[in-house]
Structures are given as C-alpha cells and as structure tokens.
C-alpha cells in the first residue's frame, strides 16, 4: 500500500484537473483502488483537501463494511485549480496547504 500522501494529494489534484471539460468526473481514476491504497486512507485524504479548501462536494458516510461515497458534485475550488496549475508547471510546495 501507498503511503506518501503528499504524492497522492497531488495525483488527485492532477486527475481531477484533468477532467475539467467532462460532464461528470470519473472518480476511477483517483479512487483508492487505482492509486493502490486504502479506502480509510482514501476517506481521509479526501476530507483534508475538502477540509481545505481545495476541493468541494465530497461526502462520505456508512460504514467501513457498507459505505456511502458521494462525489456527484464533486469539483475543485479556485484554491485547488492554482495547486493544481502550480503541479503542472512543477512549482508546487505542499507547505503552502498548511
């Protein structure tokens, strides 16, 4: 399992950010499953960058055996599309979510 969280915050910065122009995001590509981790460590990440301010429209609930992932709404904010042109252009400091 992946644990270097800063790479995983910015792989799904970049994969949402790359799915602008779709009518609805493919959350397949940035799910737990295709960034080879777990799905409370998924959860987690999620809520930080929701937390932040860097993504909206992520909800989660249930539990772990039953649960309930809500990302029809999902999208970045004015804050997650600047780290995200800032990873595109290699000059992003994760320091700078802190």
């Not at 999208?75 to 595109?88: D, M, S």
Request: proline share 2%.
């Amino acid at each position: 399992m992946r644990t270097d969280n800063f790479k995983i915050i910015q792989e799904i910065l970049s994969k949402i950010e790359a799915q602008l122009d779709e009518k609805h995001i493919d959350w397949s590509k940035f799910n737990h499953e295709a960034l080879n981790m777990s799905l409370p460590r998924w959860v987690r990440i999620m809520e930080m960058l929701d937390d932040a301010g860097v993504i909206c429209g992520f909800s989660y609930s249930g539990e772990a055996h039953d649960p309930r992932i809500d990302i029809e709404n999902l999208r970045l904010t004015l804050r997650g599309l600047e780290y995200a042109e800032a990873i595109k252009k290699g000059k992003f400091d994760i320091r700078s979510l802190l």
